[in-house]
């Protein structure tokens, strides 16, 4: 399979995880879920991949692919977009900036 910058991904993965014949709704939001209904189920597809022996795998396939929708790796769609803009605010800083802060 390629991804969207048309390098190989192994998705040999897909086949060890802990998800594997789980019903997917459970790390999909319907059309409409708010609140304390969407964190339950949030909740309990994270806790499927707590323990997944592939949980880097499917988030690095999450972040190669911009999976837009769905609990992948463990990460909500705010979760994988917090990060995106949070690695892409630290690499965007100048450089003396970053040395300053590191210890």
Do not use: N
């Not at 319907?30 to 597809?45: I, K, L, N, Q, Y």
């Not at 795998?57 to 692919?65: E, G, I, K, M, V």
């Not at 994988?80 to 300053?100: F, N």
Request: charged content about 35%; hydrophobic content about 25%; glycine content about 6%.
């Amino acid at each position: 399979m390629l991804d969207h910058s048309h390098h190989r991904i192994d998705q040999d993965w897909q086949r060890r995880a802990s998800c594997r014949g789980t019903d997917t709704d459970i790390f999909f939001s319907p059309d409409g879920e708010r609140g304390s209904v969407r964190a339950r189920r949030e909740r309990a597809a994270k806790q499927i991949c707590h323990h997944c022996p592939v949980l880097a795998d499917c988030r690095d396939h999450a972040f190669a692919t911009t999976e837009t929708y769905g609990i992948w790796g463990g990460m909500s769609e705010a979760e994988r977009a917090r990060h995106t803009r949070r690695t892409r605010y630290a690499t965007s800083r100048p450089a003396r900036v970053r040395e300053r802060r590191t210890p």
